[in-house]
């Protein structure tokens, strides 16, 4: 399963995804869809898990910038 942790703690849980692994020496890939908002900025946290057992967390750093103002069209 792979969920998503805001910055302020909050936890998402993503969908669970049926995987096989083949043998201890060989790992899997993931592409799947999500649809994950990010509405602040900080860090988010990708949390993978299988069987309930954290497996790994990976970050993602969300910084809004300023669009810069457009002119406009005569």
């Given at each position: 399963?792979?969920?998503?942790?805001?910055?302020?703690?909050?936890?998402?849980?993503?969908?669970?995804?049926?995987?096989?692994?083949?043998?201890?020496?060989?790992?899997?890939?993931?592409?799947?869809?999500?649809?994950?908002?990010?509405?602040?900025?900080?860090?988010?946290?990708?949390?993978?898990?299988?069987?309930?057992?954290?497996?790994?967390?990976?970050?993602?750093?969300?910084?809004?910038?300023?669009?810069?103002p457009q002119s406009a069209s005569v």
């Open positions: 399963r792979i969920g998503l942790e805001s910055p302020d703690g909050l936890v998402e849980p993503g969908p669970a995804i049926p995987v096989v692994f083949e043998s201890e020496d060989r790992g899997v890939n993931l592409i799947a869809p999500s649809r994950f908002t990010f509405e602040k900025e900080g860090v988010y946290w990708f949390t993978v898990t299988c069987g309930g057992t954290l497996l790994t967390r990976i970050p993602l750093r969300v910084i809004y910038s300023p669009m810069p």
